[in-house]
């Protein structure tokens, strides 16, 4: 069975930094790229950043695009995504979703999410 | 980039009526459209990719259809279990843009 498993998330001041992990079992991590998607209270999916299978290739939505930083370690079956110079507007779930598999595919599993808040 | 637009925003309907829920991107996707459900308190779970392949496990009620820059994803008999917030994503390349959901409710 498929699992991913967020964690990291918490109370953060504006400025701040937080490092968000996501646990994998149940399938060949090394073998799929991944991403993270969050989600605003109340508010709809935003995709967030992708990783290619070997963490070669990466790409960030524009609205954190040199504030955070995706990563993996194949080895672990872990993903990472490193946040800094957080915001209010960061404030969210955040998801990490497994792709489908076999070239450019849509989200087939995903995690339970992991609350971050930024506030003072 | 290109934008995803969906309509209508939300929606009321009876159970057991046919619903349908519009995708628009800005530009040709070719066939990279993805469709999730996500009920209420709960995380998103793929419906339907390729525009028209349901997911493993996905009801025969939920169908999509579409090319290029017009999809639709339709309910043919709507049932309690289907109230949720739907949405429709492109998955071609990056950003993997998603439309703001369309909140379906019963009547």
């Known amino acids: 069975e498929v699992q991913l498993v967020e964690s990291g998330g918490g109370l953060v001041q504006p400025g701040g930094s937080l490092r968000l992990s996501c646990a994998a079992s149940g399938f060949t991590f090394s073998s799929y790229e991944m991403n993270w998607v969050r989600q605003a209270p109340g508010k709809g999916l935003e995709w967030v950043s992708y990783?290619?299978?070997?963490?070669?290739?990466?790409y960030y939505a524009d609205s954190v695009k040199g504030r955070f930083t995706i990563s993996r370690d194949n080895a672990e079956n872990s993903l990472y995504l490193q946040m800094n110079s957080l915001r209010g507007e960061d404030t969210a779930v955040y998801y990490c979703a497994k792709d489908r598999g076999g070239g450019a595919t849509p989200f087939d599993y995903w995690g339970q999410g992991t609350l971050v808040t930024v506030s003072s | 980039d290109i934008q995803m637009t969906q309509s209508p925003s939300s929606l009321s309907a009876s159970v057991g009526d046919r619903v349908t829920i519009t995708c628009r991107a800005s530009q040709d996707i070719y066939n990279y459209l993805a469709w999730y459900q996500q009920k209420p308190g709960k995380v998103p779970k793929l419906l339907i990719y390729?525009?028209?392949t349901l997911q493993s496990g996905v009801p025969s009620r939920f169908s999509g259809s579409g090319s290029a820059t017009d999809f639709t994803l339709t309910i043919s008999s709507l049932q309690p279990e289907d109230v949720a917030t739907y949405y429709c994503?492109?998955?071609?390349?990056?950003?993997?843009?998603f439309g703001q959901g369309t909140k379906v409710e019963i009547k």
């Open positions: 994503q492109k998955y071609n390349s990056a950003p993997r843009t």
């Open positions: 990783i290619n299978s070997v963490g070669r290739i990466t």
């Open positions: 390729a525009v028209s």
